[in-house]
């Protein structure tokens, strides 16, 4: 079955840290990049993060530079967000997504979106004290 899976969300005081994790089934991540998105109450979804299906490029949105750090551990088949110094603006459902191998994909231009081929369900992450 072909599916990501998101974990790792929860509560956290300003100031802390979380991993989420995104595992993928049935697909290897060599053939694709993979995003994380966020999604806010009443905000626009947003793209925070990617890393290039070689694992050789990665890209932050201004608002997480810095405090967010993406990852991936080939063997696993999982990829990491690290995010540090949490804020409260940092609340929401966070979403990994693969996008199949491509020009676009590895650019990993964050305000370009490429073609996602699967989502996961989410992960909510709340900072709050």
């Known amino acids: 079955q072909l599916q990501l899976v998101e974990s790792g969300g929860g509560l956290v005081q300003p100031g802390g840290s979380l991993r989420l994790s995104c595992a993928a089934s049935g697909f290897t991540l060599d053939d694709y990049a993979i995003l994380w998105f966020r999604q806010a109450p009443g905000k626009e979804r947003e793209a925070v993060s990617c890393?290039?299906?070689?694992?050789?490029?990665?890209n932050y949105a201004d608002s997480v530079k810095g405090r967010f750090t993406i990852s991936r551990d080939i063997a696993k088949n999982t990829v990491y967000l690290q995010m540090n110094s949490l804020k409260p603006e940092d609340t929401a459902v966070y979403y990994c997504?693969?996008?199949?191998?491509?020009?676009?994909?590895?650019?990993?231009?964050?305000?370009?979106?490429?073609?996602?081929?699967?989502w996961g369900k989410g992960t909510l992450v709340t900072v709050s004290s």
């Open positions: 997504a693969a996008a199949r191998r491509s020009l676009l994909s590895n650019l990993c231009v964050l305000t370009t979106q490429p073609a996602i081929q699967y």
């Open positions: 890393i290039s299906s070689s694992g050789s490029r990665t």
